[in-house]
């Protein structure tokens, strides 16, 4: 089955400790996507990646970094600079960034806590 | 820059009673508009979108949304309520310059009563 996996669902972190969350995707789509979700705040794009090899940061970019070596591939890590990590992260693929009516597709979600 | 107002951060219907969950957005030009479902811990997935093509979108689980450029709303209604339908709700727009990427509202939790 063609879909999205993120890995892993729940992550536990001490403070001041870099963390990776894992996005993997078979669809074979150009763009993908983090976002971020807290309670009341709907979801908020952290950094986004048209192509390989190239990601543009989103609205709230602080603290995190991303790379795209893989079209299929595209980790976030959290760093220790990120004040308020506590939330749930959403990873997403679409067929291009070219325009158009192209939904995203996302993944089931990490869950990550700072202890 | 575009955004999305979606009213009402809890809406809670009974059993069988309609759906109505309201999504405004801002925009110069008539953006691309979606509407996701979250259930709890899980991902999100799509329900229906606007492409321009028609007014009223149908999509699945018995959704339908109406576009109205006059005010800028894109409205999401089901015309009876389900146990099922009680999830979290997202309305989104996309424009065709620019930034691509999704802009959410801030959801909409629906709760179902027996």
Redesign the interface.
């Known amino acids: 089955d063609g879909g999205i996996t993120q890995s892993p669902k729940y992550l536990f972190r001490k403070e001041g400790q870099n963390v990776t969350l894992s996005c993997e995707q078979n669809l074979n789509h150009d763009a993908m996507y983090w976002y971020r979700q807290d309670p009341g705040q709907g979801l908020r794009l952290i950094y986004y990646s048209q192509i390989v090899n190239d990601f543009q940061k989103g609205d709230i970019a602080e603290g995190y970094s991303v790379s795209r070596e893989k079209k299929e591939s595209f980790p976030l890590t959290v760093t220790s600079a990120q004040k308020n990590p506590t939330a749930f992260y959403l990873c997403a693929s679409s067929q291009d960034a070219s325009g158009g009516p192209r939904e995203q597709f996302f993944g089931p979600g990490t869950r990550l806590t700072v202890l | 820059a575009q955004s999305v107002t979606q009213l009402g951060?809890h809406v809670s219907v009974s059993e069988g009673a309609l759906v109505l969950l309201r999504c405004n957005y801002s925009s110069s030009v008539p953006p691309?508009l979606?509407w996701?479902v979250q259930y709890p811990?899980?991902?999100?997935?799509?329900l229906l979108?606007?492409?321009?093509a028609a007014t009223l979108v149908k999509g699945i689980n018995g959704f339908e949304a109406e576009f109205k450029k006059s005010e800028t709303s894109f409205h999401l209604t089901k015309p009876s309520a389900h146990m099922s339908d009680a999830a979290e709700y997202?309305c989104a727009v996309?424009m065709?310059?620019g930034?691509?990427?999704?802009?959410?509202?801030?959801?909409t939790r629906l709760q179902v009563q027996p």
Not at chain 2, 41 to 46: A, D, F, I, K, V
Not at chain 2, 99 to 107: D, K, P, Q, V
């Open positions: 951060s691309y979606f996701y811990n899980q991902g999100l997935q799509l979108k606007y492409t321009s997202f996309r065709d310059t930034r691509r990427a999704l802009t959410f509202g801030s959801g």
